[in-house]
């Protein structure tokens, strides 16, 4: 699994269910909505921000840069850092002010950041998993996530054998 950074839509909802959702499938549309990201949004989708194999923003450096331009827009944007749970937070990144693990996401990070949990299951299967989301709106717990994405792909599940990886979200708020 692939760590690293990415810029998403602050205080953002799950589309579904209106609840809260802080996972990564909160990276913003492309194209944009509002003329004022397009730049910005340009640079994301084409431009040298992400590293071409991850799909993630590198360096905090650039994904304070990139978080920038996007707020020009109008709208409010926040630095996550993903990773898998095994994999250190980079602390020793200079400009690190605060770190929050916000919870585990189940989502395809190397290609649209499409998230099963923002996207959950209908399945009557999937019922018990609803009351393990956090009130970020992601399992508090790897092993919910793990039996989640598990169970998913053993219904078949709409796209059950895509490429998903089971991700900690850690809100990272620089100095």
């Known amino acids: 699994m692939p760590s690293g950074f ?8 799950n589309r579904a269910t209106g609840g809260p959702y802080a996972g990564v499938c909160r990276v913003p549309f492309y194209p944009p909505d509002d003329v004022r990201e397009e730049r910005a949004m340009d640079e994301y989708v084409f431009g040298d921000f992400k590293d071409d194999d991850t799909n993630l923003i590198p360096s905090l450096e650039a994904a304070v ?41 189940v989502a395809g990070i190397r290609w649209n950041y499409w998230s099963i949990v923002e996207d959950f299951s209908i399945g009557d299967w999937a019922i018990p998993y609803h009351k393990r989301l956090n009130p970020n709106g992601l399992f508090g717990e790897k092993s919910d996530a793990e039996a989640y994405l598990r169970d998913y792909r053993a219904h078949r599940d709409h796209d059950w054998d895509s490429g998903f990886n089971i991700v900690e979200v850690v809100r990272i708020t620089p100095t």
């Open 6 to 13: 990415l810029v998403v839509v602050a205080d953002a909802r």
């Open 65 to 105: 840069k990139l978080c920038g331009m996007l707020r020009s827009g109008g709208r409010q944007f926040e630095i996550i850092y993903c990773r898998d749970a095994e994999q250190p937070v980079p602390l020793s990144q200079m400009g690190i002010g605060s770190v929050q693990s916000l919870g585990y996401d």
